[in-house]
C-alpha cells in the first residue's frame, strides 16, 4: 500500500504470484526467439557479469588476495562453461516450444540432471585447485613478511647505533665539559675530582646513559661518576684504543652476560683532547638498550604473533634477547628454531634464508634473521608454521559454503528448468500485467508533473484519480480526496454547476469544454476544462475524467488588454506608437483629433510627416541622445497639423525595449497646449496689466520706473513721477456698489489717459490709486499746471450706467528726479505716496510735491512702528486705569484699562502718537490681545492679594475686532488667568458694527455667551443705525464726551445727551458718560438719570495702585457730595 507520504496517487500495484519461478521464466520467454548460440553467448556474458559480482563476496571471506583469485577465477571459468553448455543443450527444446505444431523437442529430466552434475563437480574441482593454490601462495607471502620485518628491525638497530654515535660527537665538542676536564687534569687534586665527577652525574641525569667513565691513553680508569672502581674488560680497553687512534667518536658492541637478561649493554668511546691538543682522555658512555632500543623492536602479542629475537651466535646455547610483549620481555631464552640456530652460529652469512624446526614447546616454527651491520648481533622474526600458512580449516569452510552455494544455484536453475512449461502462461499473464502497471505508473508520472489539474470521478462524483495539481489547489492531501465527492471543497452553488457539467459530460459523444469559477484557498480562479466519459476494457462508462487549466490570469490579462485598449482609444491626449525606426505602427483617435491625419494616411508614414520646421538639426539630436541614453523624453515640441497650421505640443516619449536591452518600439504621449499657451499669455498680460482699466499695474509699473530712472540719469533730463489717489472712493464704492465702483475707475483711467500725452505713462497702482511717469524734462511749474489740469479732469461729474451722477475729487502726490542724491524707483515711490498723503491732509483736492520734511516724517514713523514692535518683548507696555462711578451711590464701580507707552529711554510716549501708528499696521492685533490678556492679569492679582475688584472694560480697535477671533482671544485670557468674566467688559465702536452688521452680531453673541460685559463707546458719532441697535447683544452705551462738553455751553447743547439717555432707558440699556470734568456736567448727568459716570472730575487715568487707593478711601464718593 502507499504510504500517506507517497506522491503517488494511483491505487497500489498488485504483482502476480509464482516467486522466483515465474520471474525466471519471465526472463527465460523474452528470449525464447533468439537463436540457440546467441542464447548462450548471452548467458555467458550473465556469467561473467555474475563472477564479478559474487568476488565481492569472495573477498570478505577469502584470507588473502591469491585465494580469492584462485579460487574466484576458478569456479566461475568452470561455471561459465557448464552453464553455457546447459543453455545450448536446451535451447532448441524452448525454441520448438514455442510452435504450434510438432512435438516438443526437450531434452529430458536425465540429461538435464546430467548436466546439473557435471556442472557441481567442475564447481567442486575448480574449488579444490584453486585452494592448494592459494594456500602455498599465502605461506610465500607470510614468509617475505617475516623477512621484511627482521630487515626493518635490523634498520631500526643501526639507526640506533647512528644517533648514539651521533650524541657521542655533540659531546666530544661540549664547551663545558672540555672546561671542566682541562681544569681537572691540570689540578688533579680531590677538588677538582669532585667537580668532574660532578659533571658527570649531570651528563647522566640529562641523558639516558647508565654509565659515564674516564680513561688515560693507557685504558687505566681514572675517574667513576660514585668514586669507585671498575672492571676494565680487554672490549673496554679496545674501544679506548681505537677511539685515541681514529680521534673520533667509536662505539663498541653489544654485550650481554649468561643468565643476567639485564646486562645487555652498549658502550660509546669518545676522545677529548687536552690543553695542548693532544689526545690522552677517553670517555666511555655506557647505555642499557633494554630501555631505549627494545621496545622499538616489540612486535606484538597474542598466541600465534610473530617473536623478535635479539641475539649473537657464538658457542652454541649462548642465550638470545627475546622480544615477545610479555610481563618479562627482556628475558632470554633459547627457544628459536633449532635449525636457525645451528645456521646462524655455524655460517652467519645465512642471514635472510628461512629457518624452520621446533622450539622448546615442541612447537613448528619458521624464521629470518638480519645480521646488524659492523656487529656480530642479530635481529630475528620467527612465528608458528601453522600461522604462516593461514587459516587452513576456516578456508575449508568457507570454500565449503561458496562451493555449497554455487551447487545451490545451479539445483534451483535446473528447477527452474524443469519447470518453465507450467510457468509459461503465468509469465505471459505477468508480462501483461507489468505492463498495464508500467503504463499506469508513466500515465500517473506525467499527470503529477503537469501544470493542470487533472482528475477522475465515479459515477457517483466520486474521485478516483487526482494530481498534485488539484492538490496543491485545494489545499488537501490525496487520501482526503480520493473516495469523497465536491461537498465542502467548493461552495454549494459552484458545487451544483460541477454536477451540472459533469452530468453534460456523461450525456456528450465527445468530450466537452467548458470554462468555471472555482473558490479555492487562497482566491477565485478560473479553469478552462475538457470533460469526457471515462470508458473500462469492456467499453462500460466508469465515470468521468476532466483535465482543467488555469487561466485566471489570461482572463485578467485580457481585461487588462481591453481596459488599455480603451484607455488608448479613449484618452484626451494623443497616442502615436513607432517602430525603433519611426515608422508609425499605430495610433488613437485622439491623434486624428490633434492632428487631422487618419490611420490610413499615418500609419506607415515617417515621424517627418509632423515635422514642423520650427526646430533645427541640434535639436532632435538632443532628444534623441536622451532617448538612447535613459530611454525617455520629455518636452515641448511645435508640429504641424495637416491642414498645415503650426501648433505646440507638449511629448512625452519612451522606449520601449526586449528581454535584450533592444529598442523595439517608441511611445509617444503628447497634449495640444495650444489653449495653454494663450491662457500663459493672457496670465502674463494680467501679471503686469491691471484687468479692469487695461492700465500697466504695480509690477509693470515697477520696471517702467527703473527704466524712467536710468534713462533720466543717462540724458540728465529730468522727470516726475505722479501719485494720484482719488478722495471719496470709498463713500461712492459703498453707497453705490461694486459695480458702480468698477465704472468709477474706468471712467477716471479714460480721462486721465485722454489727458495725458502720448509719451507720458499711466498706470494703476491697485485700489483708487494711479501712477502716472512724466519723462519729457518738464520744470516744476508745467508739472504744476499738468497736475491741476488732471484734478479738473477727475472733479468734473461722472455719468453712471446707474443713472446717478458721481463726483470725486483726487489728491496728487508728486516727486521729481533725478534730484539730490540718486534715489531708487522703490523711494521715488515712496516719496510720491508721502507727498499724495500731505496733500490730504491739506483738505484734498490738492497736489503737493515731495520735500526732506516728509521724509524725515515718515522715517520718524516708521522708527516708531519699528520700536513699537518690539515693545511686547520689552515689557514697555502697562495699562493705567480711570475710575467709573454710580451717579447715585458715587462708588467706584469699574474703571476702564487705558493703554500707556513707557518706551526705553524717551518715557512716556502719548497715546495719540503710537495708537494710530498701531492701528494703520498689524501691531494693533499682538497689542489688542496683550491689553486683555494683562487686565485680567491685574484682576488675577488684586483677587490673590484680598484686595476690592471692580469690573474693568477693555477697549477694542477695529482691526482686533474685525480678525474674526476676538472671542477665543477673551476665552484663552479668562480661562489662563482663572478671571470670572462679570468682572471684564468690552468696550466697541459703531464703525465696527456697521461695516459688517451680520458677521459682528455672530462675534458679539459669541462673547456674550461668555458672560461677558459689552459697551458701545463713542455713541452717536459714527454712522448708527437704530435697526442694527437692537439686534447688538450690548449692555451699556457711552456718551461720547463731545456731547457731554456740550453741556452748559449751549442753550440746546444737552438735548443730544438727554436723547441718548432716553433712548438706551427704552432699550434697556445702562448709561455711561465719559469726559464728565465739571461739577455742572456731574450734576446735569445725575439729574437724567445718567447711570454711570467717567472723567478727570472723578480721576484722571493712573497706576493700578493708584485705583485701589480710591477704593480705600472713598475718595470718588467723596466727590460727588
Known amino acids: 500500500m502507499n504510504s500517506p507520504h507517497q506522491d503517488a496517487v494511483a491505487p497500489p500495484l498488485r504483482f502476480a504470484s509464482g516467486g522466483f519461478g515465474r520471474h525466471f521464466d519471465l526472463w527465460w520467454r523474452r528470449l525464447a ?38 579460487v574466484g577465477q576458478g569456479k566461475g571459468i568452470a561455471f561459465v562453461l557448464a552453464t553455457s553448455a546447459l543453455i545450448y543443450v536446451i535451447t532448441p ?38 585452494y592448494a593454490r592459494s ?164 612486535s606484538g602479542s597474542g598466541n600465534g ?112 528448468t524443469l519447470k518453465r512449461r507450467e510457468l509459461l502462461a503465468a509469465a505471459r499473464m505477468a508480462v501483461a500485467s507489468q505492463e498495464k502497471e508500467r503504463a499506469w505508473k508513466i500515465a500517473e508520472a506525467i499527470a503529477n508533473c503537469s501544470t493542470d489539474v487533472i482528475f477522475a470521478k465515479d459515477l457517483e462524483g466520486r474521485y478516483l484519480f487526482v494530481n498534485r495539481a488539484l492538490c496543491r489547489a485545494l489545499g488537501r492531501s490525496p487520501e482526503q480526496l480520493i473516495g469523497f465527492d465536491s461537498t465542502g471543497l467548493f461552495p454549494a452553488e459552484q458545487v451544483r454547476q460541477l454536477l451540472k457539467d459533469d452530468a453534460a459530460a456523461l450525456r456528450a459523444d465527445k468530450p466537452v469544454c467548458l470554462e468555471t469559477r472555482l473558490t479555492l484557498p487562497d482566491g477565485d480562479r478560473i479553469y478552462a476544462c475538457t470533460k469526457g466519459k471515462l470508458i473500462d476494457d469492456e467499453g462500460r462508462t466508469m465515470g468521468i475524467y476532466s483535465v482543467s487549466s488555469d487561466i485566471t490570469e489570461r482572463r485578467d490579462m485580457q481585461q487588462r488588454v481591453r481596459q488599455w485598449a480603451t484607455v488608448f482609444e479613449d484618452v484626451r491626449d494623443g497616442v502615436i506608437i513607432t517602430d525603433s525606426r519611426g515608422r508609425i505602427q499605430s495610433i488613437n483617435h485622439s491623434f486624428t483629433t490633434i492632428t487631422g491625419y487618419n490611420a490610413q494616411e499615418a500609419i506607415g508614414a515617417s515621424l517627418k510627416l509632423l515635422k514642423s520646421g520650427r526646430h533645427d538639426a541640434e535639436f532632435y539630436q538632443r532628444m534623441w541622445a536622451a532617448l538612447d541614453a535613459s530611454g525617455h523624453w520629455q518636452g515641448e515640441i511645435w508640429n504641424r497639423r495637416k491642414g498645415g497650421e503650426v501648433y505646440p505640443e507638449w511629448l512625452t516619449i519612451s522606449a520601449v525595449r526586449d528581454d535584450d536591452a533592444a529598442v ?86 479714460a480721462r486721465l489717459q485722454a489727458r495725458l500725452r502720448h509719451e507720458d505713462f499711466l498706470g494703476r ?32 461729474p461722472m455719468a453712471l450706467s446707474c443713472g446717478q451722477d458721481a463726483y470725486l475729487t483726487a489728491s496728487i502726490g508728486i516727486s521729481m528726479f533725478p534730484d539730490e542724491g540718486n534715489p531708487t524707483a522703490v523711494e521715488l515711490l515712496r516719496d510720491a505716496d508721502a507727498a499724495m498723503n500731505r496733500a490730504k491732509e491739506l483738505g484734498r483736492n490738492q497736489f503737493c510735491f515731495y520735500t526732506d520734511d516728509m521724509n524725515t516724517e515718515a522715517r520718524t514713523k516708521l522708527d516708531l512702528e519699528a520700536a513699537l514692535s518690539r515693545a511686547i518683548e520689552r515689557d514697555e507696555l502697562l495699562l493705567h486705569y480711570q475710575p467709573k462711578v454710580d451717579a447715585s451711590s458715587g462708588e467706584v464701580v469699574g474703571a476702564e484699562a487705558l493703554l500707556r507707552w513707557q518706551r526705553s ?83 466697541i465702536t459703531e464703525g465696527m458694527l456697521i461695516t459688517d452688521p451680520g458677521a459682528a452680531i455672530g462675534m458679539l453673541k459669541r462673547i456674550k455667551a461668555l458672560w461677558v460685559k459689552l459697551s458701545l463707546d463713542d455713541f452717536g458719532t459714527g454712522y448708527s443705525s437704530l435697526a442694527y441697535l437692537q439686534q447688538f447683544p450690548i449692555d451699556s452705551l457711552k456718551i461720547d464726551q463731545s456731547f457731554t462738553r456740550r453741556i452748559g455751553e449751549q442753550p440746546d447743547g444737552a438735548a443730544l445727551v438727554d436723547a441718548v439717555i432716553a433712548l438706551a432707558h427704552r432699550l434697556h440699556l445702562r448709561v455711561v458718560a465719559e469726559g464728565v470734568e465739571t461739577a455742572q456736567q456731574r450734576d446735569y448727568l445725575c439729574q437724567r438719570g445718567c447711570d454711570e459716570m467717567q472723567g478727570y472730575h472723578f480721576g484722571r487715568p493712573a497706576p493700578a495702585e493708584s485705583l485701589q487707593h480710591l477704593l480705600a478711601t472713598d475718595a470718588v464718593a467723596m466727590s460727588l457730595s
Not at 50 to 57: H, K, N, Q, V
Not at 323 to 331: E, N
Not at 767 to 796: K, Q, Y
Request: aromatic letters at 6%; one cysteine or more; proline letters at 5%.
Open 33 to 70: 526467439p533468439t537463436a540457440p548460440l546467441t542464447m548462450a553467448a548471452a548467458y555467458a556474458a550473465f556469467g561473467l557479469a555474475w563472477i564479478l559480482l559474487s568476488d565481492g563476496l569472495l573477498e570478505k571471506l577469502a584470507p588473502d588476495i591469491a585465494t580469492l583469485s584462485a
Open 135 to 298: 594456500t602455498h601462495m599465502s605461506y610465500e607471502q607470510q614468509v617475505a613478511q617475516l623477512r621484511r620485518e627482521a630487515e626493518l628491525k635490523a634498520e631500526i638497530v643501526q639507526g640506533w647505533i647512528e644517533q648514539r654515535t651521533e650524541d657521542a660527537r655533540r659531546l666530544a665538542t661540549d664547551p663545558q665539559l672540555r672546561a671542566s676536564l682541562l681544569r681537572w687534569r691540570r689540578s688533579p687534586d680531590e677538588a677538582m675530582a669532585a667537580e668532574m665527577r660532578k659533571e658527570l652525574l649531570l651528563l647522566l641525569a640529562s641523558t639516558r646513559y647508565a654509565d659515564a667513565l674516564l680513561f688515560d691513553e693507557h685504558a687505566r680508569l681514572l675517574l667513576a661518576p660514585d668514586g669507585t672502581a671498575r672492571h676494565v674488560d680487554a672490549a673496554m680497553a679496545r674501544g679506548v684504543g681505537s677511539a685515541l687512534q681514529s680521534g673520533l667518536p667509536s662505539n663498541g658492541d653489544f654485550q650481554a652476560e649468561v643468565g643476567d637478561p639485564a646486562s645487555l649493554q652498549f658502550d660509546l668511546f669518545v676522545p677529548l683532547p687536552s690543553a695542548d691538543g693532544r689526545l690522552e682522555t677517553v670517555l666511555l658512555l655506557r647505555t642499557a638498550p633494554r630501555r631505549t632500543l627494545l621496545p622499538q623492536l616489540t
Open 93 to 130: 527444446s524452448r525454441q520448438a516450444e514455442g510452435e504450434a505444431t510438432g512435438p516438443a523437442r526437450q531434452g529430458g529430466p536425465v540429461s538435464v540432471l546430467w548436466v546439473f552434475a557435471l556442472l557441481s563437480a567442475a564447481i567442486v574441482l575448480a574449488s579444490l585447485m584453486g
Open 765 to 796: 497702482l491697485g485700489g483708487d490709486e494711479f501712477l502716472v511717469i512724466l519723462e519729457a524734462n518738464m520744470d516744476n511749474t508745467s508739472i504744476a499746471v499738468l497736475a491741476r489740469g488732471l484734478l479738473a479732469t477727475i472733479a468734473a
Open 305 to 416: 604473533a610473530p617473536e623478535t629475537l635479539f641475539f649473537r651466535p657464538a658457542v652454541r646455547g649462548l642465550p638470545a634477547v627475546a622480544i615477545d610483549g610479555s610481563d618479562t620481555p627482556f628475558a632470554l631464552a633459547q627457544n628459536t628454531s633449532r635449525r636457525a640456530l645451528t645456521a646462524l652460529s655455524g655460517d652467519p652469512s645465512l642471514a635472510g634464508s628461512l629457518m624452520d624446526g621446533l622450539d622448546r614447546g615442541e612447537v613448528a616454527h619458521a624464521a629470518v634473521a638480519a645480521r646488524i651491520r659492523n656487529s656480530g648481533w642479530f635481529v630475528a622474526v620467527q612465528a608458528p608454521r601453522d600461522t604462516l600458512q593461514g587459516n587452513s580449516i576456516a578456508d575449508a569452510t568457507t570454500l565449503a559454503l561458496v562451493n555449497l552455494l554455487a551447487v545451490l544455484a545451479a539445483g534451483a536453475f535446473t528447477c527452474a
Open 905 to 987: 529711554g524717551i518715557g512716556l510716549v502719548p497715546p495719540s502718537q503710537f495708537i494710530p501708528v498701531a492701528e494703520q499696521s498689524s501691531l494693533i492685533l499682538a497689542i489688542g490681545g496683550w491689553v486683555i490678556d494683562a487686565a485680567c492679569r491685574q484682576i488675577r492679582a488684586w483677587m490673590d492679594a484680598g484686595q476690592p475688584v471692580v469690573r474693568i472694560a477693555v477697549n477694542v480697535a477695529a482691526r482686533q475686532f474685525a480678525a474674526g477671533d476676538l472671542d477665543q482671544v477673551v476665552a484663552r485670557a479668562l480661562q489662563r488667568h482663572q478671571v470670572d468674566a462679570q468682572w471684564l467688559e468690552i468696550e
Open 664 to 749: 523595439t518600439h517608441y511611445v509617444g504621449v503628447f497634449t495640444d497646449i495650444s489653449r495653454l499657451k494663450h491662457s500663459e499669455a493672457q496670465t502674463d498680460w494680467l501679471v503686469h496689466n491691471d484687468p479692469l482699466t487695461r492700465l500697466p499695474n504695480r509690477v509693470q509699473l515697477q520696471r517702467r520706473l527703473e527704466d524712467a530712472l536710468a534713462r533720466s540719469h543717462r540724458r540728465e533730463s529730468r522727470a516726475a513721477l505722479l501719485v494720484i489717489d482719488l478722495d471719496g472712493f470709498k463713500t461712492v464704492n459703498d453707497g453705490l456698489g461694486h459695480p458702480a465702483g468698477d465704472e468709477l475707475l474706468v471712467c477716471v483711467a
